[in-house]
């Protein structure tokens, strides 16, 4: 795998006065320049806060991280990680599964991570177990979705003032480069329940703001300690999301990592280093191909998709997952954790309970082909 860093790019000459009608020069990649992981780690290794954007659902971006957070680990042994992908109000399970007091499962159900991130755990399990065999500290940056749903639908206003209390501090509004990326953002997407883009430019305010002060309290309370903070592309690219929001609140020394694709435009402003990540995916996960109703404990079925095994098996409508290959199913999570490392072609016995009118509860166990 090989990174290219932005700093190398190379403008080929400036544009005259005489010549200003003229297109800008094109950019120009110094392949001789180019660096490995083990170079990135030694350039940024100085500063004090690392930034790694990714795309959530790719592999590779998350592999790329666990290369850095590695190599920095190895230079500062204070490391901690700050995540988006878990909210605040979880902190404390992160705190036990580091600890060692809580497992995978157990991490997984606490955080309540499949109702509120939803991307595949698997993307990120390499970077918590090393976390863990290592006892780095993981921080939970994200407000709570609630929160940001709320103020993106009806406004800050709108909100409870006991949510109101959860707010940071201190929102900038100023940056105009922040703020039109955004309305690009917005326009892009139809709005049909007439949300308006200062409420939806809010909620992202919030969003950053509040990932970056929680980021801020870990350094008042560490103040030499080393942080990496993984988070979506979007909240670091230019700087202007979750890293100046950082700056205004503690000084620190920070670099930007971002990785991006090969096929993406490049910019030279939108951090300091860019890694072309080569694609890696995961395998698939094996699926039963139902329809839940994840309000009920344990989830019924009410419907299938096409090419669905649990039907082909057997599995009918209205039927409630009770175990799967003998661990219990009380709620959404527990399916996902159950199948979470079972693949296509794989048979599981799924228990069921159903509702005969003369038998009235009866169970059923079937054998399902996960597709």
Not at 167 to 178: C, T, V
Not at 234 to 258: F, N, W
Request: aromatic share 8%; proline share 5%; charged share 25%.
């Amino acid at each position: 795998m090989r990174y290219l860093p932005s700093m190398f790019f190379i403008l080929a000459c400036m544009v005259s006065a005489a010549h200003a009608h003229e297109p800008a020069p094109d950019p120009v990649i110094d392949l001789s320049a180019m660096i490995d992981v083990s170079g990135l780690i030694e350039k940024v290794s100085d500063r004090q806060v690392v930034f790694i954007g990714e795309t959530h659902d790719q592999y590779q971006h998350h592999l790329n991280q666990l290369a850095i957070i590695k190599g920095l680990h190895a230079k500062h042994s204070d490391l901690a990680i700050g995540l988006e992908f878990f909210f605040q109000p979880y902190q404390s399970a992160l705190d036990r599964y580091i600890g060692g007091e809580i497992d995978e499962p157990d991490l997984i159900r606490e955080s309540d991570y499949f109702n509120r991130w939803r991307f595949d755990y698997r993307l990120y399990r390499p970077i918590f177990q090393y976390a863990r065999e290592q006892g780095i500290p993981l921080i939970a940056l994200n407000l709570e979705s609630e929160i940001t749903q709320q103020v993106g639908r009806d406004g800050i206003e709108s909100l409870p003032q006991a949510l109101k209390q959860r707010l940071p501090a201190e929102i900038d509004r100023d940056n105009d480069a922040y703020r039109e990326r955004l309305r690009s953002v917005f326009d892009a997407h139809p709005h049909k329940d007439g949300r308006s883009f200062e409420n939806f430019l809010d909620a992202q305010l919030l969003w950053d703001e509040g990932m970056a002060q929680r980021a801020a309290e870990w350094m008042e309370k560490n103040p030499d300690s080393h942080l990496v903070i993984l988070a979506g592309v979007g909240h670091i690219m230019y700087g202007d999301g979750i890293p100046k929001r950082l700056s205004r609140r503690v000084d620190t020394s920070q670099a930007i990592i971002l990785n991006v694709n090969a096929a993406s435009d490049l910019n030279q402003s939108m951090g300091d280093y860019l890694i072309l990540a080569e694609k890696h995916s995961l395998p698939p996960a094996g699926k039963l191909g139902v329809l839940l109703d994840t309000t009920d404990s344990p989830p019924s079925i009410t419907g299938f998709v096409k090419g669905s095994g649990a039907k082909e098996a057997g599995v009918e409508k209205q039927d409630r997952l009770i175990a799967i290959d003998g661990q219990p199913i009380k709620s959404y999570a527990d399916i996902r954790i159950a199948l979470m490392d079972r693949e296509v072609g794989e048979q599981v016995k799924l228990e069921v309970e159903r509702e005969r009118l003369l038998l009235g509860t009866i169970a059923e166990t079937l054998q399902v082909t996960l597709r």
